[in-house]
């Protein structure tokens, strides 16, 4: 569904939700080597409230995106919460009509979510967080749209990379979080945003292509 509207966010954050859910035991695990063991949990209870959201009470996909950051906010604890909700709300903000979403929209999109979390963060690219994975994915994503290239090729790409970006941080030394505690020690482990991170991507290239 190329169409951006409040059903089709929705279908995209349902999908979303149910891949956190599955997936939570795993991000907890991510999350007990180098953090507070609580991402999986907290993630969560943060995107099964956002699922819980009617798309017939939004008249279009900015109020849905809105709604669901702030959601997020209020429901999952440290700091998750505020990143991921910065980052719908970032998007909110940007799709301000509904309608055929471009891969430009898109780019578009995604580096004001990306500038969202750094801003609120405070994470540079290499710090070992969702960043590393949300960074090569929005270049990803613009340099399609700046080839012409498809919403599904755009999405695919970004995917693509957003799974390198997690892959990478494996090697890296954590320098913000929880994480950043344990110094050389957090070396050798996958940060659990960037992997939440990949999974939200790859979400939104089945769901909004």
């Given at each position: 569904?190329?169409?951006l509207?409040?059903?089709?966010?929705?279908?995209?954050?349902?999908?979303?939700?149910?891949?956190i859910?599955?997936?939570?035991?795993?991000?907890?695990?991510?999350?007990?080597?180098?953090?507070?063991?609580?991402?999986?949990?907290?993630?969560?209870?943060?995107?099964?409230?956002?699922?819980?959201?009617?798309?017939?009470?939004?008249?279009?996909a900015?109020?849905?995106?809105?709604?669901?950051?702030?959601?997020?906010?209020?429901?999952?604890?440290?700091?998750?919460?505020?990143?991921?909700?910065?980052?719908?709300?970032?998007?909110?903000?940007?799709?301000?009509?509904?309608?055929?979403?471009?891969?430009?929209?898109?780019?578009?999109?995604?580096?004001?979510?990306?500038?969202?979390?750094?801003?609120?963060?405070?994470?540079?690219?290499?710090?070992?967080?969702?960043?590393?994975?949300?960074?090569?994915?929005v270049?990803?994503?613009?340099?399609?749209?700046?080839?012409?290239?498809?919403?599904?090729e755009?999405?695919?790409?970004?995917?693509?990379?957003?799974?390198?970006?997690?892959?990478?941080?494996?090697?890296?030394?954590?320098?913000?979080?929880?994480?950043?505690?344990?110094?050389?020690?957090?070396?050798?482990?996958?940060?659990?945003?960037?992997?939440?991170?990949?999974?939200?991507?790859?979400?939104?290239?089945?769901?909004?292509?």
């Amino acid at each position: 569904m190329s169409d951006l509207s409040a059903q089709s966010v929705s279908t995209w954050l349902k999908d979303f939700a149910d891949v956190i859910n599955e997936q939570a035991n795993y991000l907890t695990d991510l999350d007990r080597q180098i953090g507070d063991a609580d991402h999986g949990s907290n993630m969560s209870r943060g995107m099964s409230a956002v699922a819980a959201l009617d798309p017939a009470s939004f008249t279009d996909a900015s109020g849905m995106l809105k709604k669901a950051g702030m959601t997020l906010v209020s429901t999952v604890g440290g700091a998750s919460g505020p990143l991921y909700g910065t980052f719908f709300l970032r998007l909110g903000t940007t799709f301000t009509s509904d309608g055929e979403l471009s891969a430009a929209d898109l780019a578009r999109g995604m580096q004001a979510g990306l500038d969202g979390i750094i801003a609120r963060g405070k994470a540079s690219p290499g710090d070992k967080t969702l960043v590393d994975t949300l960074t090569p994915a929005v270049a990803a994503a613009q340099q399609a749209a700046d080839e012409g290239r498809s919403l599904a090729e755009a999405l695919q790409a970004a995917s693509k990379a957003a799974d390198q970006g997690r892959d990478s941080t494996v090697d890296m030394i954590a320098k913000r979080g929880r994480a950043s505690y344990l110094g050389e020690r957090s070396k050798g482990h996958q940060d659990p945003g960037a992997t939440s991170m990949a999974l939200l991507i790859d979400s939104a290239a089945r769901c909004l292509a």
